[in-house]
């Protein structure tokens, strides 16, 4: 190194103090990781980026473009400009047409690689030190990669697939089309980085190119099958944490891509795992994991991932009870079970459940913990309560209570008691579901006599032909309901009659005869 250079650095640096030295030798040793990779080390080297960086960091902008013609001080600066985000902004403007210069009048490998490097890791923010100038450094990273090449110094690496494919690592859309082209590839996209030599230099083009490889394989992926393998990549915390742009993070992109699906049609577990593993569960908007992500996802996508949780969470529920009452040789119940699923199935399908809670007792929680994975499900206590599971529907107007065994459905107009849906709360007794949360309800809106409804809370047993009294109160209270949604085919032809019959007596009796 000359003299004047050394010189220009000694009159233009105040001493560093002492708690910044270890904060500079860190910079250093990161700008040697990247010369490595381009075949350049040692310690004289680290010290040109030290006397570099400090240059930039003072404003000598001047000394340090008189140097470059040294390519020593030329992969420094490229060096600094890669690792230090503030001192790139403020000094490329002005120092990279001469860099460009000398790049093109002397091509070196190891000066191009840092190059590369230096774009990927910034590429579209370098237009944030000066509009253009993401594409005027990948047009001087193409003409040196491509110059090299003409000498016969042929790289298999980084430069050589700059040269062969500039519309894939150099272009403004580059990272959307290489992810595009390495999916209809069948390829995927760290494999494509490790043969080109690319993997650790990517930067933000790595980010920007796995971010729309992710969101094409979401958008063309059917969410209701599994065995999608970029679901699991997708649910690392590095990937959802990774910046997208305007405050926010990939996971956020991650989440809009994966609700965007036909509401009508369920997930699979897997993708509906990735939703959970990203964001936490929809439906619960006190937790700070709902204001972290679901807040800034359209509300419209998170109200159709809350339905998707429901229906798992419904799904679950006939699961227990139909273990159970196999297990277990309980005949009766199975042959009440096809009547409820339908039922409560029928008000899903309808688009009328928005939540759905699960209370389980310790027996059957213990027989389907592989099946609770992220499902937030209460715990039933009490004489008798390990073999029962409970659900809760929260629907559009009115909301359902049904569980196992002899617990009778209860059906209540408006919304659940706040007991039943505190977020606090964690364990109920049978007797808080069939006694106190009835006498709530019934202490405000009132409830049955007789048979004859009086206020707003009726409850059958199932061993009844409960269906049409349902559906008669639900209608009762505004609810528009198609029986033929929540009844199985021969139940509503059952139900059809009945109403004909009905309709036919009414009609007799107003004539008189």
Same mark, same amino acid.
């Not at 640096?13 to 490595?36: G, H, I, Q, Y």
């Not at 004489?383 to 359902?400: K, M, Y």
């Given at each position: 190194?000359?003299?004047?250079?050394?010189?220009?650095?000694?009159?233009? %640096?105040?001493?560093?103090?002492?708690?910044?030295?270890?904060?500079?030798?860190?910079?250093?040793?990161?700008?040697?990781?990247?010369?490595?990779?381009?075949?350049?080390?040692?310690?004289?080297?680290?010290?040109?980026?030290?006397?570099?960086? $400090?240059?930039?960091?003072?404003?000598?902008?001047?000394?340090?473009?008189?140097?470059?013609?040294?390519?020593?001080?030329?992969?420094?600066?490229?060096?600094?400009?890669?690792?230090?985000?503030?001192?790139?902004?403020?000094?490329?403007?002005?120092?990279?047409?001469?860099?460009?210069?000398?790049?093109?009048?002397?091509?070196?490998?190891?000066?191009? $690689?840092?190059?590369?490097?230096?774009?990927?890791?910034?590429?579209?923010?370098?237009?944030?030190?000066?509009?253009?100038?993401?594409?005027?450094?990948?047009?001087?990273?193409?003409? %040196?990669?491509?110059?090299?090449?003409?000498?016969?110094?042929?790289?298999?690496?980084?430069?050589?697939?700059?040269?062969?494919?500039?519309?894939?690592?150099?272009?403004?859309?580059?990272?959307?089309?290489?992810?595009?082209?390495?999916?209809?590839?069948?390829?995927?996209?760290?494999?494509?980085?490790?043969?080109?030599?690319?993997?650790?230099?990517?930067?933000?083009?790595?980010?920007?190119?796995?971010?729309?490889?992710?969101?094409?394989?979401?958008?063309?992926?059917?969410?209701?099958?599994?065995?999608?393998?970029?679901?699991?990549?997708?649910?690392?915390?590095?990937?959802?944490?990774?910046?997208?742009?305007?405050?926010?993070?990939?996971?956020?992109?991650?989440?809009?891509?994966?609700?965007?699906?036909?509401?009508?049609?369920?997930?699979?577990?897997?993708? !509906?795992?990735?939703?959970?593993?990203?964001?936490?569960?929809?439906?619960?908007?006190? !937790?700070?994991?709902?204001?972290?992500?679901?807040?800034?996802?359209?509300?419209?996508?998170?109200?159709?991932?809350?339905?998707?949780?429901?229906?798992?969470?419904?799904?679950?529920?006939?699961?227990?009870?139909?273990?159970?009452?196999?297990?277990?040789?309980?005949?009766?119940?199975?042959?009440?079970?096809?009547?409820?699923?339908?039922?409560?199935?029928?008000?899903?399908?309808?688009?009328?459940?928005?939540?759905?809670?699960?209370?389980?007792?310790?027996?059957?929680?213990?027989?389907?913990?592989?099946?609770?994975?992220?499902?937030?499900?209460?715990?039933?206590?009490?004489? =008798?309560?390990?073999?029962?599971?409970?659900?809760?529907?929260?629907?559009?107007?009115?909301?359902?209570?049904?569980?196992?065994?002899?617990?009778?459905?209860?059906?209540?107009?408006?919304?659940?008691?706040?007991?039943?849906?505190?977020?606090? !709360?964690?364990?109920?007794?049978?007797?808080?579901?069939?006694?106190?949360?009835?006498?709530?309800?019934?202490?405000?809106?009132?409830?049955?006599?007789?048979?004859?409804?009086?206020?707003?809370?009726?409850?059958?047993?199932?061993?009844?032909?409960?269906?049409?009294?349902?559906?008669?109160?639900?209608? =009762?209270?505004?609810?528009?309901?198609?029986?033929?949604?929540?009844?199985?085919?021969?139940?509503?032809?059952?139900?059809?009659?009945?109403?004909?019959?009905?309709?036919?007596?009414?009609?007799?009796?107003?004539?008189?005869?």
């Amino acid at each position: 190194m000359s003299t004047d250079f050394q010189r220009a650095v000694r009159f233009q %640096v105040s001493p560093w103090p002492a708690d910044n030295a270890p904060r500079w030798r860190e910079l250093a040793e990161k700008a040697e990781t990247v010369a490595r990779k381009a075949g350049t080390s040692g310690s004289r080297f680290r010290d040109v980026v030290v006397h570099v960086r $400090t240059l930039l960091a003072n404003g000598a902008y001047g000394a340090v473009a008189e140097r470059l013609g040294d390519r020593q001080v030329m992969r420094a600066l490229l060096t600094v400009w890669a690792d230090d985000d503030a001192l790139a902004w403020a000094s490329m403007p002005q120092l990279f047409p001469e860099a460009r210069i000398r790049l093109l009048e002397h091509p070196s490998r190891i000066s191009a $690689t840092i190059l590369a490097a230096l774009f990927w890791r910034h590429f579209d923010h370098l237009d944030a030190a000066q509009p253009g100038l993401t594409a005027a450094v990948g047009r001087t990273l193409h003409e %040196v990669a491509a110059g090299l090449q003409r000498e016969g110094i042929d790289d298999g690496g980084p430069l050589g697939a700059i040269v062969r494919e500039p519309q894939f690592w150099i272009a403004q859309n580059g990272p959307a089309a290489l992810a595009q082209h390495l999916i209809a590839a069948g390829r995927t996209l760290d494999d494509h980085l490790d043969r080109n030599g690319i993997s650790g230099l990517e930067g933000r083009f790595g980010i920007l190119a796995r971010h729309e490889y992710y969101l094409v394989q979401i958008r063309q992926a059917d969410h209701t099958a599994g065995g999608h393998v970029f679901l699991a990549d997708i649910s690392r915390e590095e990937v959802k944490a990774a910046e997208a742009g305007n405050g926010l993070s990939f996971g956020h992109a991650l989440l809009q891509a994966l609700c965007d699906k036909p509401a009508n049609q369920d997930p699979s577990p897997q993708w !509906r795992e990735a939703l959970l593993a990203i964001g936490g569960d929809p439906r619960y908007r006190e !937790r700070e994991g709902w204001r972290r992500w679901w807040a800034h996802v359209p509300p419209h996508l998170t109200e159709r991932a809350a339905r998707w949780m429901a229906g798992a969470d419904l799904n679950i529920y006939f699961g227990a009870l139909d273990t159970y009452a196999r297990d277990h040789g309980k005949d009766e119940m199975r042959r009440m079970l096809p009547a409820r699923t339908t039922f409560l199935r029928g008000l899903y399908h309808s688009n009328l459940v928005r939540d759905v809670r699960l209370i389980l007792g310790d027996g059957v929680r213990a027989g389907m913990r592989s099946q609770l994975t992220g499902i937030d499900a209460r715990r039933l206590t009490g004489q =008798g309560s390990s073999e029962t599971a409970v659900v809760l529907l929260v629907c559009d107007g009115f909301t359902v209570v049904e569980g196992s065994h002899n617990f009778q459905i209860y059906l209540y107009a408006g919304d659940p008691v706040p007991m039943l849906v505190d977020p606090r !709360r964690r364990t109920y007794s049978l007797d808080d579901l069939k006694k106190q949360v009835p006498a709530l309800y019934e202490r405000e809106h009132g409830g049955q006599q007789n048979g004859q409804f009086i206020g707003q809370h009726v409850s059958f047993r199932h061993r009844s032909i409960w269906q049409p009294q349902a559906i008669e109160f639900l209608r =009762g209270i505004g609810v528009a309901i198609d029986a033929r949604t929540v009844l199985s085919s021969t139940d509503y032809e059952k139900h059809r009659l009945r109403e004909l019959r009905a309709s036919n007596a009414t009609r007799y009796s107003r004539r008189g005869w």
